[in-house]
């Protein structure tokens, strides 16, 4: 029951660029949540949008929210090699009658120096 | 500082054995979830349990079970191991009640079942 998928599935950038990744679902959601995983870690909460929000900053990071065509993007600006990682979108569909995240498969982000 | 620990970073196992995965967390978290993670497949959802006792099964519940005896701790556990259990094990945890739902992660088990 995947609901997230993200686009591209690899990114390489160098340090100082912008770094943009997508994330499309299926079914209509309360919010939809990123997280970080450093490799061969657990993952990281980086930030959450609400169904009612179009768009969402935090630091270094602008997330924002299309539900007409569920989907929501992640950029990071001004990236570092330290922000290299897989980031996944994780959603709650409306109605599961728990609190569930369905998580997508992940974007994997390298960025050198 | 919330925190999620898992027992082992690295398990090695034989077919058929009988393995346990532990997670506690001190987050007094009502919510918690086993996931398992392979390559290009993301995280599937194996179980979760959102109080003492009860669980419910997620995405790929076969040859798993789980037990949550105390709030703070929910155990995974393969009755009879299998190669194909090899992967990277994930435990998490979240509220109950809030508009979030925004999971903790422990930092995972990596089994290999030979």
């Known amino acids: 029951s995947q609901q997230g998928e993200e686009d591209p599935q690899a990114l390489s950038i160098q340090e100082g660029e912008n770094a943009t990744m997508n994330c499309s679902y299926k079914?209509?959601?309360?919010?939809l949540q990123w997280y970080r995983q450093n490799s061969g870690r657990g993952l990281v909460h980086l930030i959450l949008?609400?169904?009612?929000?179009r768009e969402k900053h935090s630091g270094r990071l602008r997330v924002t929210l299309d539900t007409s065509k569920k989907s929501s993007s992640l950029l990071i600006t001004a990236s570092r090699a330290a922000d290299t990682a897989s980031y996944f979108c994780?959603?709650?569909?409306?109605?599961?009658?728990?609190?569930?995240?369905?998580f997508g498969t992940g974007t994997r982000l390298l960025v050198s120096p | 500082d919330v925190k999620v620990t898992q027992s082992s970073r690295y398990l090695v196992k034989r077919t058929g054995e009988k393995v346990f995965l532990e997670c506690v967390q001190d987050?007094?978290?009502?919510?918690m979830f086993w996931y398992r993670q392979d390559p290009g497949l993301g995280l599937r959802l194996i179980y979760f349990s959102y109080d003492v006792k009860m669980k419910e099964k997620g995405d790929i519940p076969e040859g798993y079970s789980v037990s949550r005896e105390k709030k703070e701790r929910f155990s995974l556990i393969l009755e009879s191991a299998s190669t194909n259990q090899t992967s990277m094990y994930l435990c998490a945890s979240s509220l109950l009640f809030g508009d979030s739902y925004e999971q903790y992660f422990g930092p995972g088990t990596r089994l290999t079942v030979t």
């Open positions: 949008i609400r169904s009612n929000e």
């Open positions: 079914t209509s959601i309360n919010n």
């Open positions: 994780a959603t709650d569909a409306m109605n599961t009658g728990f609190q569930k995240l369905v």
């Open positions: 987050m007094d978290h009502e919510n």
